[in-house]
C-alpha cells in the first residue's frame, strides 16, 4: 500500500525476553544484519510477564502488530514462563477476534540467543504481514487512544 | 566335607576329598614337575610328566598326579627310582620330537638326562615349537569362554589350530593363550589394530585394560560389555592372580549425589566422523587414518611403538596430510576448527622425521595464529614438507606403478599455480573437526545452558563475559563453548575457577535488585501466583491470609505479576507503570 508516494509503515510493538529474544535481537544488530526498523522493542525479563493488558492496550494506543518473543521451549531461563507466554497469546488470539481485530496481528515466536538471524527473519516478515494487512481501525480511535493516553497517564 | 589322610614322601598328611595327588603334595616340598598342568585349569593328565608312584595293597603303581584324586590311606613316593626312570622316559620321548624347547631342556637336565636316544618322525626343531600341553586351548574354553581355538587330529598329526584355520571371529584378543604358553609358540600379534576399539581407538581390546597407558590413576578398570563373567558368571580368573585382592566384580555404578553452589561445566568436544566425507575414503581405503589414530601410531607406547607404518606393516613413502575435513565447509561445519592447521604441521613434522616419506599437506588457508606458531610453520617448511593450497577433491585406490596395492592418488586442486594436481601417496591423515558432543544437548538442558548455532555453549558475553553464562553460578570452560587449543582452554579454565573462587571467598552473593514484591494491602488471598511461581519462592501466609514472595528466591521473571488479577504484585524494575509508560511513549509518534 503506498500513500503519498511512501510505503505505509505499520507501528510494531515487541515484547522480547531478556535472555533469549532480546539478546538475539542484539545479536542481529551487531552481526549488522538488516531488519525492518518497525518493531518498537520493550525489554521484559520473561515472556510470562506480558501481561495480557499490555498486549491490549498496545493496540488502543495505535500499535498495528504486537510481537512477543521468548525462549524456544524448555530453554526457558525462569524454568517455563514461555509456556505461560504461550497459554496467555492463545487466550488472547481469542480475544482479539472478539474485538474484531485479526488475530494475525498478534504474533508469538520462540527466538533464541543465538538466532539473530531468525529475529531479523521474523521483524520482516512480520513487516511485510502488517502491510498487507493495512492499519488497524479501531472503532472511535483518535478517541480511545487518547482517553487511554488519559487513562495510563492517570495511573 | 570329608577328610582324607594319605603319606607322601613318609610325610603323613590330611587333605579334603578330591583333591589331586599334585595338589595335596606340592604345598610339603614335594618337587613334581608338570607341564600340562596350570592352577586355573582342570587337570588334563595329557603330558605324563607329573608320574608319581602310588603304593597300595596290591603293589605299586605309576599315575599322574595331576588328575588322580587322593584317596585313603595311599603312600605317595614323588622321587622314587620307578618314579624318576619313567619320568626321563617322557621327557626323553618329548625332547627327540622338540629338541630346543626351553622348559623341556630345563626338565631334561633336571632329571639327568642329554641327548635323546630316539629319533622322530616329526621332529621339530624350533626353540618354541608347539608341544601340545593343550593348556591354550583349554584356557580359552575354560577360563575364558570364548571357545576360539581347539586342536584337530589326533597323534602324531594332533596341531591346535582356530576352527578351520581361519582368523577366529570368536577370538577376544585377550592374550590369554599367550601369557600360557609354556614355550611362548602363540603370539599376540598386533596386525589388524583397526576395528578393534580399545587402546583409546587403535590396538587390541581386552575386557580389563588401562583405560590410556598414561592414565591417573594407572588402575585397570573392567568392561562389563566384554568381560566374560558378566556374560557367563564364570572365569573370574583375574581374582585367582590377583594377589591384593584388588578385584570386586560385585560392584555396581553408583550415583553420588553432592550439594553444590556453583558449576564449571567443560564437557569437551566431540569428533567429526571423516567416513560422512565418503570420497577421503576413511573407513574404505586401509591407510586413511584420522587424526587421533595417528596420534596414538606415534606414541611411544602405541601399538606400533612410534613407528610410522602402513597397514601391511611398510614405512610409507609418501604421505598426505588432509586440512579442514568438515570444518569450513557448507555441507558439514562451517566453522573453522582452530587446532586442525598447528596439529597437522606438528604430524607433519613427526611422520617426516620417523618415515622419512615425502609430506603434503593439503589447506585452505594456513592458520598460525598463536605465539610461536607461525615460527614452527616456518621450521616445518624448512625441513622441506610440501604444502598445497586446495581442497582435496577425492582419494582413490590407484597404483603408482605396476600392480602395487595399497597405494592412492590424492586428486585436488592447487590454486596457487591454478593447475589440478594428482599427488600419488602410501597414506592419508585427515584432520578431523572438532564438534559439540553428542551429548552437549542433554547437558545444555540440564544446566539451561543456551547453544549458539554451531552447537557449542553459548558465554554470557563473547568478549565482556567469556567463562559465565547466563545462569548465575553456572561457567563454561574450553572446546564445550567452542574449538580451542590447549593453552586457551586452560586459560579460559583458570579464569573460570578464579571466578568461582571470588564468590567463594566473598561468602556472600549478590542477587539482581529485579525481583517482584507483593503489595500486603492489595493482595486478596487468591493464591493464583502460587503455583505460578517456577522457583517456588511465594509462599501463603495463613495468619494474614495474604500471599508473600521470598526476596532471595524471586528471580524477578514477573510470571505471577503478569498473572494477578488485583494487580498486589509489583515487579521491581518492569513494573506495570514502567512498561505502560514504555509502551506510551514509543508510541507517541
Given at each position: 500500500m503506498e500513500t503519498n508516494g511512501k510505503r505505509y509503515q505499520p507501528r510494531i510493538i515487541g515484547f522480547l525476553c531478556n535472555w533469549c529474544s532480546y539478546t538475539g535481537a542484539d545479536l542481529a544488530g551487531v552481526s549488522r544484519m538488516k531488519s525492518a526498523p518497525n518493531l518498537r522493542i520493550i525489554r521484559v525479563?520473561?515472556?510470562?510477564?506480558?501481561?495480557p493488558a499490555f498486549v491490549l492496550r498496545a493496540f488502543r494506543l495505535g500499535a498495528d502488530g504486537v510481537l512477543v518473543a521468548g525462549c524456544h521451549p524448555g530453554d526457558c531461563h525462569y524454568k517455563q514462563g514461555n509456556f505461560k507466554a504461550l497459554r496467555r497469546a492463545m487466550f488472547l488470539k481469542r480475544l482479539l477476534r472478539e474485538f474484531g481485530v485479526d488475530e494475525r496481528r498478534l504474533r508469538l515466536e520462540w527466538i533464541s540467543a543465538s538466532e539473530g538471524e531468525r529475529f531479523a527473519q521474523v521483524t520482516n516478515e512480520f513487516t511485510e504481514q502488517l502491510r498487507a494487512l493495512g492499519p488497524l481501525q479501531l472503532a472511535a480511535q483518535p478517541e480511545a487512544a487518547a482517553a487511554a493516553v488519559q487513562e495510563v497517564a492517570a495511573q | 566335607m570329608e577328610m582324607i589322610s594319605l603319606k607322601i614322601d613318609g610325610k603323613p598328611t590330611q587333605v579334603q576329598d578330591g583333591t589331586s595327588i599334585l595338589a595335596a603334595a606340592r604345598p610339603l616340598g614335594a618337587r613334581i614337575p608338570a607341564l600340562c598342568y596350570h592352577p586355573l585349569l582342570k587337570p588334563f593328565g595329557a603330558c605324563r610328566v607329573c608320574v608319581v608312584e602310588s603304593r597300595g595293597t596290591a603293589g605299586f603303581e605309576l599315575v599322574t598326579a595331576c588328575n588322580t584324586p587322593c584317596a585313603e590311606g595311599m603312600d605317595i613316593l614323588t622321587d622314587s627310582p620307578h618314579v624318576l626312570a619313567a619320568r626321563r622316559v617322557v621327557l626323553e620321548l618329548m625332547r627327540a620330537r622338540w629338541p630346543n624347547v626351553s622348559i623341556l631342556k630345563e626338565l631334561a637336565a633336571e632329571a639327568g638326562l642329554t641327548t635323546p636316544r630316539f629319533g622322530s618322525p616329526k621332529k621339530d626343531e624350533n626353540p618354541e615349537a608347539c608341544i601340545l600341553c593343550l593348556r591354550c586351548v583349554r584356557v580359552c574354553e575354560e577360563v575364558v569362554g570364548a571357545c576360539a581355538i581347539g586342536y584337530e587330529d589326533r597323534g602324531m598329526r594332533r596341531r591346535v589350530v582356530t576352527p578351520f584355520d581361519q582368523p577366529s571371529e570368536a577370538c577376544i584378543a585377550c592374550g590369554t593363550c599367550t601369557s600360557i604358553c609354556p614355550t611362548g609358540h602363540i603370539k599376540l600379534v598386533p596386525e589388524d589394530y583397526r576395528g578393534k576399539p580399545a587402546e583409546f581407538l587403535l590396538g587390541p581390546n581386552t575386557a580389563i585394560y588401562m583405560p590410556t597407558p598414561q592414565a591417573v590413576p594407572k588402575v585397570p578398570r573392567i568392561d562389563a560389555d566384554t568381560c566374560i563373567h558378566f556374560k557367563t558368571g564364570g572365569c573370574q580368573a583375574c581374582i585367582d592372580v590377583c594377589e591384593p585382592g584388588a578385584i570386586r566384580h560385585e560392584m555396581e555404578d553408583e550415583e553420588i549425589e553432592v550439594e553444590v553452589g556453583q558449576v564449571l561445566v567443560t564437557t569437551g568436544f566431540g569428533l567429526f566422523d571423516a567416513s560422512a566425507m565418503a570420497s577421503y575414503g576413511y573407513g574404505r581405503l586401509d591407510n586413511v587414518y584420522a587424526a587421533l589414530e595417528i596420534e596414538r601410531m606415534l606414541n611411544a607406547t602405541g601399538p606400533t611403538g612410534g613407528r610410522v607404518l602402513t597397514k601391511d606393516g611398510r614405512t610409507p613413502r609418501a604421505i598426505g596430510i588432509i586440512h579442514c575435513v568438515g570444518s569450513r565447509d557448507e555441507n558439514h561445519h562451517r566453522y573453522c576448527s582452530r587446532v586442525c592447521c598447528m596439529y597437522a604441521l606438528k604430524f607433519a613434522h613427526l611422520v617426516k622425521e620417523r618415515s622419512h616419506a615425502e609430506v603434503y599437506n593439503f589447506y585452505i588457508d594456513m592458520r598460525a595464529f598463536g605465539k610461536g606458531y607461525e615460527e614452527f610453520y616456518s621450521r616445518v617448511m624448512d625441513e622441506g614438507v610440501h604444502v598445497v593450497r586446495g581442497k582435496v577433491a577425492e582419494v582413490v585406490q590407484a597404483a603408482w606403478t605396476g600392480r602395487e596395492n595399497g597405494t592412492m592418488l590424492i586428486r585436488c586442486e592447487d590454486t596457487l599455480i591454478g593447475r589440478f594436481r594428482e599427488i600419488p601417496v602410501d597414506m592419508v591423515i585427515l584432520c578431523n573437526a572438532l564438534q559439540p558432543d553428542d551429548q552437549a544437548r542433554k547437558v545444555a538442558r540440564l544446566f539451561g545452558l543456551s547453544r549458539s548455532p554451531d552447537g557449542f555453549f553459548l558465554e554470557r558475553h563473547p568478549k565482556l563475559d567469556p567463562v559465565a553464562t547466563t545462569t548465575d553460578g553456572l561457567f563454561v570452560a574450553g572446546c564445550c563453548q567452542g574449538p580451542k587449543d590447549i593453552p586457551d582452554s586452560v586459560a579460559q579454565s583458570s579464569a573460570a575457577a578464579a571466578r568461582i573462587l571470588a564468590t567463594i571467598s566473598k561468602g556472600a552473593v549478590e542477587i539482581e535488585p529485579i525481583r517482584a514484591e507483593i503489595s500486603e494491602e492489595d493482595c486478596s488471598g487468591c493464591r493464583t501466583c502460587n503455583p505460578l511461581c517456577p522457583y517456588y519462592a511465594i509462599e501463603f501466609l495463613a495468619e494474614k491470609q495474604v500471599s508473600h514472595v521470598n526476596a532471595a528466591l524471586c528471580k524477578g521473571c514477573g510470571t505471577c505479576v503478569a498473572a494477578c488479577p488485583s494487580g498486589a504484585i509489583a515487579g521491581h524494575g518492569f513494573s506495570d507503570r514502567q512498561i505502560n509508560a514504555e509502551l506510551e511513549g514509543i508510541l507517541a509518534v
Amino acid at each position: 500500500m503506498e500513500t503519498n508516494g511512501k510505503r505505509y509503515q505499520p507501528r510494531i510493538i515487541g515484547f522480547l525476553c531478556n535472555w533469549c529474544s532480546y539478546t538475539g535481537a542484539d545479536l542481529a544488530g551487531v552481526s549488522r544484519m538488516k531488519s525492518a526498523p518497525n518493531l518498537r522493542i520493550i525489554r521484559v525479563m520473561c515472556s510470562g510477564r506480558v501481561d495480557p493488558a499490555f498486549v491490549l492496550r498496545a493496540f488502543r494506543l495505535g500499535a498495528d502488530g504486537v510481537l512477543v518473543a521468548g525462549c524456544h521451549p524448555g530453554d526457558c531461563h525462569y524454568k517455563q514462563g514461555n509456556f505461560k507466554a504461550l497459554r496467555r497469546a492463545m487466550f488472547l488470539k481469542r480475544l482479539l477476534r472478539e474485538f474484531g481485530v485479526d488475530e494475525r496481528r498478534l504474533r508469538l515466536e520462540w527466538i533464541s540467543a543465538s538466532e539473530g538471524e531468525r529475529f531479523a527473519q521474523v521483524t520482516n516478515e512480520f513487516t511485510e504481514q502488517l502491510r498487507a494487512l493495512g492499519p488497524l481501525q479501531l472503532a472511535a480511535q483518535p478517541e480511545a487512544a487518547a482517553a487511554a493516553v488519559q487513562e495510563v497517564a492517570a495511573q | 566335607m570329608e577328610m582324607i589322610s594319605l603319606k607322601i614322601d613318609g610325610k603323613p598328611t590330611q587333605v579334603q576329598d578330591g583333591t589331586s595327588i599334585l595338589a595335596a603334595a606340592r604345598p610339603l616340598g614335594a618337587r613334581i614337575p608338570a607341564l600340562c598342568y596350570h592352577p586355573l585349569l582342570k587337570p588334563f593328565g595329557a603330558c605324563r610328566v607329573c608320574v608319581v608312584e602310588s603304593r597300595g595293597t596290591a603293589g605299586f603303581e605309576l599315575v599322574t598326579a595331576c588328575n588322580t584324586p587322593c584317596a585313603e590311606g595311599m603312600d605317595i613316593l614323588t622321587d622314587s627310582p620307578h618314579v624318576l626312570a619313567a619320568r626321563r622316559v617322557v621327557l626323553e620321548l618329548m625332547r627327540a620330537r622338540w629338541p630346543n624347547v626351553s622348559i623341556l631342556k630345563e626338565l631334561a637336565a633336571e632329571a639327568g638326562l642329554t641327548t635323546p636316544r630316539f629319533g622322530s618322525p616329526k621332529k621339530d626343531e624350533n626353540p618354541e615349537a608347539c608341544i601340545l600341553c593343550l593348556r591354550c586351548v583349554r584356557v580359552c574354553e575354560e577360563v575364558v569362554g570364548a571357545c576360539a581355538i581347539g586342536y584337530e587330529d589326533r597323534g602324531m598329526r594332533r596341531r591346535v589350530v582356530t576352527p578351520f584355520d581361519q582368523p577366529s571371529e570368536a577370538c577376544i584378543a585377550c592374550g590369554t593363550c599367550t601369557s600360557i604358553c609354556p614355550t611362548g609358540h602363540i603370539k599376540l600379534v598386533p596386525e589388524d589394530y583397526r576395528g578393534k576399539p580399545a587402546e583409546f581407538l587403535l590396538g587390541p581390546n581386552t575386557a580389563i585394560y588401562m583405560p590410556t597407558p598414561q592414565a591417573v590413576p594407572k588402575v585397570p578398570r573392567i568392561d562389563a560389555d566384554t568381560c566374560i563373567h558378566f556374560k557367563t558368571g564364570g572365569c573370574q580368573a583375574c581374582i585367582d592372580v590377583c594377589e591384593p585382592g584388588a578385584i570386586r566384580h560385585e560392584m555396581e555404578d553408583e550415583e553420588i549425589e553432592v550439594e553444590v553452589g556453583q558449576v564449571l561445566v567443560t564437557t569437551g568436544f566431540g569428533l567429526f566422523d571423516a567416513s560422512a566425507m565418503a570420497s577421503y575414503g576413511y573407513g574404505r581405503l586401509d591407510n586413511v587414518y584420522a587424526a587421533l589414530e595417528i596420534e596414538r601410531m606415534l606414541n611411544a607406547t602405541g601399538p606400533t611403538g612410534g613407528r610410522v607404518l602402513t597397514k601391511d606393516g611398510r614405512t610409507p613413502r609418501a604421505i598426505g596430510i588432509i586440512h579442514c575435513v568438515g570444518s569450513r565447509d557448507e555441507n558439514h561445519h562451517r566453522y573453522c576448527s582452530r587446532v586442525c592447521c598447528m596439529y597437522a604441521l606438528k604430524f607433519a613434522h613427526l611422520v617426516k622425521e620417523r618415515s622419512h616419506a615425502e609430506v603434503y599437506n593439503f589447506y585452505i588457508d594456513m592458520r598460525a595464529f598463536g605465539k610461536g606458531y607461525e615460527e614452527f610453520y616456518s621450521r616445518v617448511m624448512d625441513e622441506g614438507v610440501h604444502v598445497v593450497r586446495g581442497k582435496v577433491a577425492e582419494v582413490v585406490q590407484a597404483a603408482w606403478t605396476g600392480r602395487e596395492n595399497g597405494t592412492m592418488l590424492i586428486r585436488c586442486e592447487d590454486t596457487l599455480i591454478g593447475r589440478f594436481r594428482e599427488i600419488p601417496v602410501d597414506m592419508v591423515i585427515l584432520c578431523n573437526a572438532l564438534q559439540p558432543d553428542d551429548q552437549a544437548r542433554k547437558v545444555a538442558r540440564l544446566f539451561g545452558l543456551s547453544r549458539s548455532p554451531d552447537g557449542f555453549f553459548l558465554e554470557r558475553h563473547p568478549k565482556l563475559d567469556p567463562v559465565a553464562t547466563t545462569t548465575d553460578g553456572l561457567f563454561v570452560a574450553g572446546c564445550c563453548q567452542g574449538p580451542k587449543d590447549i593453552p586457551d582452554s586452560v586459560a579460559q579454565s583458570s579464569a573460570a575457577a578464579a571466578r568461582i573462587l571470588a564468590t567463594i571467598s566473598k561468602g556472600a552473593v549478590e542477587i539482581e535488585p529485579i525481583r517482584a514484591e507483593i503489595s500486603e494491602e492489595d493482595c486478596s488471598g487468591c493464591r493464583t501466583c502460587n503455583p505460578l511461581c517456577p522457583y517456588y519462592a511465594i509462599e501463603f501466609l495463613a495468619e494474614k491470609q495474604v500471599s508473600h514472595v521470598n526476596a532471595a528466591l524471586c528471580k524477578g521473571c514477573g510470571t505471577c505479576v503478569a498473572a494477578c488479577p488485583s494487580g498486589a504484585i509489583a515487579g521491581h524494575g518492569f513494573s506495570d507503570r514502567q512498561i505502560n509508560a514504555e509502551l506510551e511513549g514509543i508510541l507517541a509518534v
